[in-house]
Nanobody, 115 residues
């Protein structure tokens, strides 16, 4: 059994920053890929950023240059540093981790960018 627990969401003004964390616990000691999706009201869930076990990263075009994904394998934790936040970044952010053919998901954390 694997559990992903997110933290760090909240309300921030446009131009501000937030850092999301997602800690994994359970039967998998090292995941293939970890990362973040988000889902805004009325929209489909979309990939925000991902990081492979070897460190290769992938970002949505809309967040390139503003968001940074990283991971600490010793802590089985993935992070998302979000800078220069915009109102359109408002969404529920979900962390995920995959181990071969199985995907694991966090419960989601709300990020609201508003003045």
């Amino acid at each position: 059994q694997v559990q992903l627990v997110e933290s760090g969401g909240g309300l921030v003004q446009p131009g501000g920053s937030l850092r999301l964390s997602c800690a994994a616990s359970g039967s998998v000691s090292r995941f293939n890929a970890m990362g973040w999706y988000r889902q805004a009201p009325g929209k489909q869930r979309e990939l925000v950023a991902a990081i492979a076990d070897g460190g290769r990263t992938n970002y949505a075009d809309s967040v390139k240059g503003r968001f940074t994904v990283s991971r600490d394998n010793a802590k089985n934790t993935v992070y998302l540093q979000m800078n220069s936040l915009k109102p359109e970044d408002t969404a529920v952010y979900y962390c995920y981790a995959d181990y071969y053919i199985t995907d694991y998901w966090g419960q989601g954390t709300q990020v609201t960018v508003s003045s």
